[in-house]
């Protein structure tokens, strides 16, 4: 970047959008990102020391690909060229590798090249790019919303290291509107503006970790908002739901509102009231609860309310849970919804988890009670003396795979656990131990 490079990038941020005004100057401005920009972490070290090689920045929008460009431009003593994917064509390429020679040659200094939106150039485009960035003519700076192992050439993968930006956090977000309402030098503070904690909250939550939505919610905010009687422009959490065109539903994700949705969703999937059950979901899907918690919730339910009544319950609502996972939202969404109907729909048991609680009671009851000596473990020297795996039957030489033995503690003998009932799966098992107390009782070897 030349003298002329900067002062038009100057006078273009005092008219460009407050997003852009707010970009940091230097990494230690930088808000989130600690899994690549911590202390020591490989692009922090790399940056700091102006040591950077080829790199490709990818992660949803607003996540700060742009920004970190912006910071590199910033910090390096090489010449920083941007171009743009979207509308940048096979001359453009050519001018900056040709500047990028020419001071090369006459000054020694690299050329670093950033490509927004790197996924939208062609296969040859991109192949143009290659052989520059082998020989060191170029850095190349890639920024993409997209896949880059599906979206970018194999050969400038390989020669280029790739960095996952996440989805900022909302109390990173929080921190980046309280910097966009009070900042005189680059924000919004000479408008005097204040905002409430409950709408920054909830611009920081339902921006789904989008730092250029929730600063340009606090932009239009400011600017179309008249000063109250104290003079001051009051940024409330309805100004702020019309200034991002989303309901700010009640839901507070630490208060009893939480609770009290959540509360509803189980009840509701328990009680086999699918719409009930969806209803609660879009109910916290849409206010930005954590996807993860709604799926262990799910999962939750599968085991405890349906049971053995349809055991595939508990593996559906556990796919749904790692598929939620692996995708990501909003996508996300579908499988959740998929597991809670199937939950509220399937026939409910809650025998073997009534059947464990009546177990641990046994166990804090009953001091430390025998293991029968025919069920101790025999493979060890000695087993034998001690008459540990005598006379036990194993159950695949009898008929039916089944034998009648004594398998609780002496102390135990008699009592049950598992009463299995007459919904869905469970019956089946009820009618299989009916069957073999009925073998047992014809005394069947």
């Known amino acids: 970047m030349d003298l002329f490079d900067y002062a038009r990038e100057i006078n273009r941020d ?126 190349l700076i890639g920024a993409t919303t997209e896949n880059p192992y599906f979206e970018v050439n194999g050969a400038l993968i390989s020669r280029s290291v790739i960095f996952e930006l996440r989805p900022l956090s909302p109390e990173n977000i929080a921190v980046l509107i309280e910097r966009a309402v009070y900042d005189e030098k680059k924000g919004m503070g000479a408008y005097r503006a204040v905002i409430d904690d409950d709408a920054r909250d909830f611009l920081a939550d339902i921006c789904g970790g989008d730092a250029r939505a929730a600063i340009n919610a606090v932009e239009l905010a400011v600017i179309t908002t008249p000063p109250s009687e104290d003079g001051r422009i009051h940024i409330t959490a309805q100004v702020a739901e019309e200034c991002i065109q989303r309901r700010n539903v009640r839901y507070d994700k630490t208060g009893d509102n939480h609770y009290d949705v959540i509360s509803a969703f189980i009840k509701s999937m328990r009680g086999s009231d699918p719409d009930a059950a969806l209803y609660y979901l879009a109910r916290m899907i849409y206010a930005g609860e954590d996807p993860v918690f709604i799926a262990r919730r799910i999962m939750i339910c599968a085991a405890e309310d349906v049971g053995m009544a349809d055991p595939q319950a508990l593996v559906v609502a556990t796919a749904a849970s790692l598929t939620c996972e692996r995708i990501g ?59 540990h795996g005598l006379d036990y039957k194993y159950a695949h030489d009898f008929p039916g795979h089944y034998v009648k033995q004594q398998y609780l503690p002496d102390e135990l003998v008699g009592r049950k656990f598992f009463e299995p009932g007459v919904n869905g799966y469970e019956n089946t098992i009820r009618r299989y131990m009916e069957f073999c107390e009925k073998m047992a009782g014809n005394g069947e070897k």
Not at 58 to 85: C, E, M, W
């Open 329 to 387: 939202m909003p996508e996300g969404q579908i499988p959740l919804a998929e597991a809670a109907v199937y939950v509220a729909t399937a026939p409910k048991s809650n025998a073997s988890y009534m059947g464990l609680m009546a177990a641990m009671k046994a166990v804090k009851e009953v001091d430390m009670a025998s293991v029968p000596p025919h069920l101790k473990d025999a493979h060890y020297g000695g087993a034998g003396k001690l008459g």
């Open 14 to 139: 005092s008219s460009s959008p407050l997003a852009v005004r707010m970009r940091p100057e230097t990494l230690d401005e930088v808000v989130g990102q600690e899994h690549i920009l911590g202390k020591d972490k490989l692009l922090s070290r790399a940056i700091r020391a102006d040591k950077l090689s080829s790199v490709i920045f990818y992660g949803p929008p607003g996540t700060g690909k742009t920004t970190l460009a912006h910071v590199i431009a910033r910090t390096t003593s090489s010449d920083f060229r941007q171009i743009n994917a979207t509308t940048a064509g096979k001359k453009d390429m050519q001018d900056a590798v040709e500047d990028a020679h020419r001071l090369l040659a006459s000054q020694g200094r690299r050329t670093i090249l950033f490509v927004d939106e790197i996924h939208r150039f062609n296969k040859a485009q991109q192949d143009y790019l290659l052989p520059y960035v082998e020989d060191g003519t170029i850095i």
